[in-house]
């Protein structure tokens, strides 16, 4: 099956510090990616959905400028959290959705997990 | 609006017993996907099954049942003989046409040896 991963998979990063998140399609080419945020012992919030070479579109409430999300390639995503604060620590999923075959199919990535300090 | 609803937010349940986790969901799409996923506690999520609004058949995969009735907009899931193993948070969840997937809250099982 298709295999998404995510790197890293967990970082510890100091309030008002910058982490970048990276999210890869191993085996297959993602037209689509998408952010989730998951908080403790919540459900997975969708963050944003991005389609390469354009710019992602954020789901209401979301800050785009602390949030950069950039799919500059059919099998990668990243997403950057600017000037990161206590409150942004979380577990960021992404999942990716291939051009052909059932389009309707996203693959999860592993997730990272982010502890601002 | 969609909504995915998943009442029971935790359930604990002696190893072998059987157990029914419930999802409800609205959306005013004819053409959607329900999917059930696992996460156990390393995070990652697992994908069960995925069901579109066409087929209404049950599905049974092993020890896993799905029940989808469009008549109550329900898509229930089953455990039968539960293990240890199944001890997890379980998430049902919606898709509309435009691949957007909307989460229920969770239902969090506790499989007691």
């Known amino acids: 099956g298709a295999v998404v991963s995510q790197h890293p998979s967990w970082v510890i990063c100091k309030s008002g510090t910058s982490v970048k998140i990276e999210c890869r399609s191993l085996d297959f080419q993602a037209t689509t990616m998408f952010w989730y945020r998951q908080f403790p012992k919540q459900s997975l919030m969708l963050m944003a959905t991005s389609n390469e070479g354009s710019k992602a579109t954020y789901e209401q409430g979301v800050e785009k400028d602390k949030f950069l999300i950039n799919h500059a390639s059919l099998t990668l995503s990243t997403l950057t959290v600017t000037s990161a604060h206590p409150e942004d620590s979380s577990f960021y999923i992404c999942?990716?959705?291939?051009?052909?075959?059932?389009?309707?199919?996203?693959?999860f990535g592993p997730g990272t997990r982010l502890t601002v300090t | 609006a969609q909504k995915v609803t998943q009442a029971q937010t935790e359930i604990s349940v002696v190893e072998k017993e059987d157990v029914t986790l419930d999802c409800v969901y609205e959306t005013r799409d004819t053409t959607y996907y329900l999917f059930w996923y696992k996460q156990p506690p390393s995070g990652e999520l697992v994908f069960l099954i995925r069901r579109n609004s066409f087929d209404e058949q049950n599905e049974i995969s092993g020890r896993y049942s799905w029940n989808f009735q469009k008549s109550t907009s329900s898509f229930n899931f089953t455990i039968t003989a539960s293990q240890v193993v199944d001890s997890a948070v379980y998430f049902c969840?919606?898709?509309?046409?435009?691949?957007?997937?909307?989460f229920g809250k969770g239902t969090r099982l506790h499989i007691l040896p």
């Open positions: 999942s990716a959705r291939g051009g052909q075959g059932d389009s309707r199919e996203q693959y």
């Open positions: 969840a919606l898709s509309d046409r435009v691949d957007k997937i909307i």
